[in-house]
């Protein structure tokens, strides 16, 4: 008898739990960016708690495993390193980003153009993409010095791929039915490019710079560690060094900070230029 | 069987002449090669006159797109002589002789209704636009009562209209010749009713000349002078009937018996075929 009253006061106090977080979800809208936004977020903090509660309760030492108050506590301290070294490797990383995307873009245009360009060096093109950049990086350090050069390099053409292979396929997935029109109102091989095979590879083009923007971080970070004296690379491995983890995991969300900006941008961008459903067929 | 009497063309088709439109001759296509090869035409002459509207009908598979492609420049035929005006079709391509609509509707998704209009001036012979011989997209879109929507999206439109957009699309450039391929065939039959009689009084305002291939019988009788039965696989022409109907064609004829008994008259060809 008692047995069962514990059992049901129990259950009535998980039910009441579970009650409380309906109520909490209930208060948010039912659908749109700000409800994503606001359970994404809810998500997120109730995993900070529990990494906060772990390292408070086990008493892990903050050099292993830093705490999210001494992860804040860092960037307070480092702000202004972090954002002095960020600036080379936003530097690095937007101009490897131009470079990497204008000549993957302008190698697919002349794919299409030219198909034996095509047939020749594509395969070629895959061949090296399987090669590990970390690998490239530092025959690209030996050829183009300690400056800037090597790490727009490495963040160049660790975009390079992505977007060649995407405007490739972009470029040659055109409706037939449209080329079939263009084919009867005559038109030439640029002017099928310019009004259809241009805005049909857009949309590809876009979800590769989505993923090169988030690359060309990574690449500018890998260049620096083959060798430099700034940059968030530099700094993730001398706080490696001073053993200061706390720095290590300022550092860390400072380059993925970096990164989600230049998503975001880029997803704005998408938002202008596409203004139909790249889906739909018409 | 009467013909039809053709009230004076407004535009583009040139008087004075009941000249062949089109004459093919002997065409024959074969696709692919060795132990693969299908032939799909085989032996075709047809004449279509100037101003005449001609359908294709027969089984799915049977090559009569395939035989509107020869015609438009699409495919090349591997035997025979295909003229337009007396023109090879690659001639009379570049020349704007004729326009074609496909089942889709094919329009730009990334461009306003007026843009999609205006493509056949962007591209090819340019010069066109300028020359008396076409018209004004906005002009053609009010031929086909969509002149409302020339901002819209294509995404904002019903496949109905859409259709007539490629419609319009078609006309602007004023071809003597409009090849359709089976342009309603995607189209619920409401749609596709209004569709057939909106085509027939274009067809008679603009005297031009239609080749019309639809897998739908009664809209090959209700639409057209002249119907040709093709044959199953390799294609040659079964029969070719002369439609017997008044030339003012409403939608009240669609339920009309005499079109009903040149259905069945054209089912009976298919059967032989």
Redesign the interface.
Known sequence: MNQDVVNIAGQSETATGVRLVHRITRLLPDEGPLRVALMGGIGLSSIVVFWQLVCSVFGIPHYLVPSPIDVVEAIRRDWALLASNAVPTITEAFLGFLIGNFVAIAVAISFVYNKIIQEMYYPGAILIKTIPIVAIAPVLKIMLGNGIEPKVAVAALICFFPTLVNAVRGFTAVSPNLLELMHVLSASKTEVFRYVRLYGALPYVFSALKISVTMCVLGAIVGEWIGANKGIGYVLIQSMYDFDTPRLFATILTASGIAIAGFAIVSVLEKLVITWDPGETV | MNRVVQPKPEYWAEAGSAASAIQLAGINVTFGSGNKKVEAIANIDLNVSQGEFVSLIGHSGCGKSTLLRVI???IKPTRGSALIYGESPDMA??A?T???V?Q???????STVLENVR??F????RNLQSSSQAMDAVEALRLVELDGFATA???E?SGGM?QRVAIARALVTKPRILLMDEPFGALDELVRDTLNVELLKIWRKAGTTIVFVTHSLHEAVFLSQRVVVMSRRPSHIEGIMEVDLPSERTLDLKDDPRIGAQVAQLRSMLDAG
């Open positions: 438009a420049d699409i391509r570049r704007r004729f326009s074609m496909f889709q509707s094919v329009l730009m998704p990334w493509l056949p962007k591209v090819g012979s999206k294509p995404a439109l859409r």
